[in-house]
Nanobody
């Protein structure tokens, strides 16, 4: 069983920066693709960024590419989201998701886990 805990959210001014962290429990973190999602009030949850199990591949939503950077430290069981040049439209709850993609490390292949989220508010 994998538990995910997000941290690092808070209030920041437009143009500012924030780094989110997602800490995972267990010994199979290196088997998981990690994703950051966000959801603003009244809107659908959207994929913000993803990173492969080794960190070799990343992907970003068009709205954040060039401003956000996803990274991971498998030795620390942690994935990060560095957010720069923040805009009011970035205001949302940010969620961490893990999906198992390395068969030998999976209880069930493609099994998913979600954190409870951390709130990011971008406002002056």
């Amino acid at each position: 069983q994998v538990q995910l805990v997000e941290s690092g959210g808070g209030l920041v001014q437009p143009g500012g920066s924030l780094r989110l962290s997602c800490a995972a429990s267990g010994s199979t973190f290196s088997g998981y693709t990690m994703n950051w999602y966000r959801q603003a009030p009244g809107k659908e949850r959207e994929l913000v960024a993803g990173i492969s199990s080794t960190g070799g591949s990343t992907n970003y939503a068009d709205s954040v590419e060039g401003r956000f950077t996803i990274s991971r430290d498998n030795a620390k069981n942690t994935v990060y989201l560095q957010m720069n040049s923040l805009k009011p439209d970035d205001t949302a709850m940010y969620y961490c998701k893990a999906i198992c993609h390395v068969v030998r490390l999976c209880r069930y292949y493609a099994m998913e886990y979600w954190g409870e989220g951390t709130l990011v508010t971008v406002s002056s």
